[in-house]
């Protein structure tokens, strides 16, 4: 029965937690060699592993580390965990998520570099509460490959996708990189929703209508943002749409 006072974060609180870390290497010629690691974290259903997906030598400041993450569990429990960066702020926004959920990254790192080779995550269902809006989907998938280069100030983002029964908003070939004091951004997005199960699943508080629009929609924006120029090209196509009253 772990438990943390702050301040800062307030109460936190493990009632079961159990932590694993395992280590093998060597030392040759005044150098060390690490073959492998693993972290594990486990608190009732969820669990958290980190393992070093190649050996690192020499162990060195400006090694190459390649991380395989696991993530399972729930996500009310996790948000509560790691309140100190997110769920804390979550809270006095009035924000909350629950479901299961289920991750996976492959992520390298060095001094200069983060580089997400591959990266998902899974919640069937999946729910959302603001105070503005509530989500109630039967599955969310989120997907994410990207790096970002801390001297270059670059980012990159080959491909990222959100997706849900309602939606499935793609972003690709994403750019940013700075030029002194300007910065060059671009990339596409695409947006692709079925308005019937928009409705059915997404849905703003207070606000009630006697009619719903039913039909797919298929968006795409190409932009290109430099110093204090936009240049953007936007498409929409909509099909099938009825505009539809409640009975």
Known sequence: ????????????????????LAIDGERRDQTTFLDTAELTLASKSDRLEIKLAESVAPLAEDASWLLSCNLRGEWSTWLERVRPLVANRLKTLGWSAAGPLEGEAMVRIDSQIIEIQQSSMKSAPFTWSSPQLELREPALAIELEGSWDFAAQRARVPEATFQTSALAFRVSNFRS???GIDRRTSGEIRLLANLDNLYDTWRINGKQHDWRLRGNVDGQLSLVQESEATEARWTLDVTDMQLVRRQ
């Open 177 to 179: 990189d700075a030029d």
């Open 1 to 20: 029965n772990l438990a943390l006072d702050s301040r800062a974060i307030g109460r936190w609180q493990e009632q079961q937690l159990s932590a694993t």
